[in-house]
């Protein structure tokens, strides 16, 4: 996976910024149509049951056009997109690298506005990991162009990055001297070496979940965090725009989480759920581009109505925000179940 240029911007809780640059899907970086290279999931990945059923089946709207099924366990309720395409011929299905340039660009007020939400949900998440821990060491993976680890750098974190986008990741050591590493592979960390891991919109495009999880729980100390941000289809929005809800990006969102998903699968790995935190400016953002997927047009308002209508519903009920923070804590053994 190289151009994952497409996660590099959704680090600060917004996908992409709202500009018609979004729209513009001219710039495709593969070659279509798949001609059958899928890979299919045979297991459940958090229950090991082998039985689905369809949740929905989707358009990969920003690029190939492809259609693309998502299933659901029926044991577990967990919901993944199956089949999808293989490891190695993911990387077609995100922007070319060009579109870094954009999501940097100043111009415009909605770039404008975009530029200030993305300050103001890095203040928060700043706030979250300095309440969550004493400062120690920090590692945020998939951390893009570096804004959030320098503002951790910046307040005393020490702070490793991994990102796999040759563009994005040098922008991360020439704009901040950050020490970022191109390899997805954890092992490469010691064991118990970090107080906190984070991955910003990240997870759900790692082919290799369980074994990803098994990592964390090894990399991190006893009682450290990790903080993960993931679309939250049970969200008012989710249910709203149905299979045009643009946090299903089919196929590069290879898993779609609930509250109960995403707690059983750390559960089995020897996390404990600590906190959870709703992202209101996400509901907006998705909304836009939804609108997009769903009419053929930009319609600022009706997402913004939409958005706030998700985030009341965030607010009062069940069903979460359109996107959700969890912290997990690792357990001691002796805490374990
Ligand atoms: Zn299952």
Not at 101 to 121: D, E, I, M, V
Request: net charge positive.
């Amino acid at each position: 996976m190289k151009n994952l240029e497409h996660i590099v911007i959704t680090k600060e809780g917004l996908k992409d910024p709202p500009t018609k640059s979004i729209s513009q899907a001219s710039r495709i970086s593969g070659v279509y149509p798949l001609d059958g290279r899928v890979k299919k999931l045979t297991h459940c990945p958090i229950c090991r049951i082998n039985n689905f059923t369809e949740h929905l089946s989707g358009i990969d709207f920003l690029l190939s056009k492809e259609e693309f099924t998502i299933v659901r366990c029926a044991n577990c309720c967990f919901l993944f997109t199956n089949p999808r395409p293989e490891d190695h011929d993911l990387e077609r299905y995100y922007l070319s690298s060009d579109y870094i340039s954009h999501t940097n660009s100043s111009k415009g007020l909605l770039n404008w506005l975009y530029q200030k939400a993305r300050l103001f949900a890095l203040g928060k998440k700043l706030k979250l990991i300095n309440n969550l821990s004493q400062k120690g060491k920090l590692l945020d993976i998939g951390c893009g162009t570096g804004e959030f680890l320098n503002i951790c750098k910046k307040n005393s974190w020490l702070t490793r990055g991994v990102e796999p986008s040759d563009l994005a990741r040098n922008q991360a050591i020439k704009n901040y001297k950050l020490n970022v590493s191109d390899n997805l592979d954890l092992s490469q960390f010691d064991k118990d070496s970090f107080d906190i891991v984070t991955l910003w919109h990240v997870l759900e495009h790692l082919p290799n979940l369980e074994e990803t999880v098994d990592h964390l729980e090894l990399i991190l100390k006893e009682n450290g965090k990790v903080i993960i941000a993931v679309p939250n289809y049970k969200s008012w929005d989710a249910c709203y725009y149905k299979k045009y809800w643009a946090a299903y990006d089919l196929p590069i969102h290879l898993w779609h989480f609930s509250k109960n998903t995403i707690s059983q699968l750390f559960t089995k790995h020897g996390f404990s759920l600590v906190k959870t935190k709703g992202m209101i400016l996400d509901s907006f953002y998705v909304s836009i581009l939804s609108e997009k997927y769903k009419t053929g047009k930009e319609n600022f308002i009706k997402a913004f109505v939409i958005g706030m209508l998700s985030n009341i519903m965030g607010l009062f009920t069940k069903r979460g925000y359109s996107s959700t923070i969890y912290v997990f804590e690792k357990l001691k053994i002796v805490e374990r179940l």
